[in-house]
């Protein structure tokens, strides 16, 4: 999976996350498996204080291969089809992935 490939929310959510590098994306709408981001989610940046700040990934670089954290989050998503979720970034990937479900859902 190629970032210059994928729909134009995936790649705004590739964005964020790179650029956040530490945080969390919270509330984020899914719809038909993609982020929606009307209503926008809140971003949460969490900054340790006694290490250098972390690199911020080339804009220039588009058409670079996405790791497969990348891949395995918009998997998930798309199996998700509809709802809201929470998406927490280590090193400027996605590491965990908390979805709002209803109890009917889980029966």
């Given at each position: 999976?190629?970032?210059?490939?994928?729909n134009?929310?995936?790649?705004?959510?590739?964005?964020?996350?790179e650029?956040?590098?530490?945080?969390?994306?919270?509330?984020?709408?899914?719809?038909g498996?993609?982020?929606?981001?009307?209503?926008?989610?809140?971003?949460?940046?969490?900054?340790?204080?006694?290490?250098?700040?972390e690199?911020?990934?080339?804009?220039?670089?588009?058409?670079?291969?996405?790791?497969?954290?990348?891949?395995?989050?918009?998997?998930?998503?798309?199996r998700?089809?509809?709802?809201?979720?929470?998406?927490?970034?280590r090193?400027?990937?996605?590491?965990?992935?908390?979805?709002?479900?209803?109890?009917?859902?889980?029966?």
């Amino acid at each position: 999976m190629r970032k210059s490939s994928v729909n134009p929310t995936q790649r705004q959510t590739v964005e964020i996350i790179e650029a956040l590098g530490f945080g969390v994306i919270e509330r984020l709408s899914i719809r038909g498996g993609l982020p929606c981001y009307e209503p926008e989610p809140r971003i949460v940046q969490t900054i340790k204080l006694d290490s250098d700040p972390e690199r911020q990934p080339d804009d220039v670089h588009t058409n670079l291969t996405l790791k497969k954290e990348f891949e395995t989050l918009f998997d998930q998503l798309s199996r998700l089809g509809d709802g809201t979720v929470d998406i927490e970034v280590r090193h400027s990937l996605p590491f965990r992935l908390v979805v709002e479900r209803r109890v009917e859902a889980l029966r």
